[in-house]
């Protein structure tokens, strides 16, 4: 049972995605036209399954991010277009990746991939994105951009080879967890963010700025993912609430929530998380725990910091529209668990 995290404390207006929505509208249109046109392939079963993640009502921010970033200083080719899809074959891929590892049942309230075709065939198609993603980013030609994606996909799988490595592991410290969501989550974040300044031909200050401001982006963003989980709906989260926990996940709320419990509280998130004894009951008892050691609220707090961190990168940067709706953006990731 999910709890609904309320936090008046230093809340700010909601935010919102519309001013976004409305600014790479017509390129969007073109993004998934490329999307369709990619996914498409001689072999029946690419198609089908690319689809099926494709239109299972993602907001695709990341694409838009893209978008707003390049026009934000002038850009007017179409190279922009070719790297948001690329940008978003490459969270595509992941996901289909990541549901095969983490062997998740839903995704976005929909059957994932994986539970329709099989573990194989999802991991195969993933990599057919991927492949997409990089024709694409060569056919745009410019190696800066080539050069940033590709770092992201490397450390991406680095990441996702990093969490393995503190799976159901409760001695995992802080900073080790942030290190993961840096390289799993926070690593395209910042990739889709620099490439628009980038294709853009911008200085180095302004791609070092919207580099940052992805980064930390992405680190509030999946701060925010950690605590819906806990204390949210399966509508806000695109999954079952409770997943991370029954899935055997250390991440930050059961790292806090463990850490400040006493002996016999660490003796049940070990029962739950390394025993695997993670049924309804003690998912209840875990939210009970981590609302009694502010553990959500400390991890929205930290969500919150990062995307201070956000905003404060591009406050030097010339007032625009699309830096506007940027912004509008880190507000309206938090808002999600108020």
Not at 4 to 23: A, F, P, T, W
Request: aromatic share 6%; with cysteine.
């Amino acid at each position: 049972m999910g709890v609904v995290v309320n936090l008046e404390d230093g809340k700010r207006d909601r935010g919102s995605i519309e001013g976004l929505i409305e600014l790479t509208r017509s390129d969007m249109t073109r993004v998934n036209e490329l999307i369709l046109s990619k996914a498409g392939s001689d072999v029946e079963l690419i198609p089908q399954l690319a689809r099926h993640l494709i239109s299972s009502g993602g907001k695709r921010l990341r694409p838009m991010v893209t978008l707003a970033a390049a026009q934000m200083f002038g850009y007017s080719g179409e190279g922009h277009v070719k790297l948001a899809t690329s940008v978003e074959f490459m969270h595509t891929a992941t996901l289909l990746h990541d549901d095969v590892v983490d062997e998740s049942d839903l995704r976005r309230g929909k059957q994932t991939a994986r539970m329709i075709w099989g573990n194989q065939a999802s991991v195969l198609v993933g990599d057919f994105l991927l492949g997409q993603a990089f024709r694409m980013m060569v056919e745009v030609g410019s190696l800066d951009a080539l050069e940033v994606l590709s770092d992201a996909a490397a450390v991406i799988a680095e990441g996702e080879v990093m969490q393995l490595g503190v799976a159901k592991n409760l001695e995992t410290t802080e900073d080790e967890y942030l290190a993961v969501i840096k390289a799993k989550t926070a690593a395209l974040f910042s990739a889709a963010a620099e490439v628009g300044p980038i294709i853009a031909k911008a200085s180095r200050s302004d791609r070092s700025a919207l580099r940052s401001y992805g980064t930390n982006l992405g680190l509030a963003f999946q701060l925010v993912d950690d605590a819906l989980d806990y204390g949210g709906s399966t509508r806000d989260l695109g999954k079952n609430v409770g997943d991370d926990f029954r899935e055997g996940k250390v991440t930050l709320p059961v790292i806090l929530a463990y850490r400040r419990g006493s002996e016999e509280e660490r003796r049940f998130w070990k029962d739950a998380i390394e025993g695997e004894q993670a049924d309804a009951a003690a998912l209840d008892k875990a939210i009970r725990l981590m609302h009694r050691h502010g553990a959500i609220v400390d991890t929205v707090g930290r969500a919150r910091h990062f995307g201070e961190i956000a905003r404060d990168a591009l406050a030097p940067l010339k007032a625009t529209p699309q830096k506007a709706a940027l912004v509008d953006v880190i507000d309206f990731c938090i808002s999600r668990v108020v």
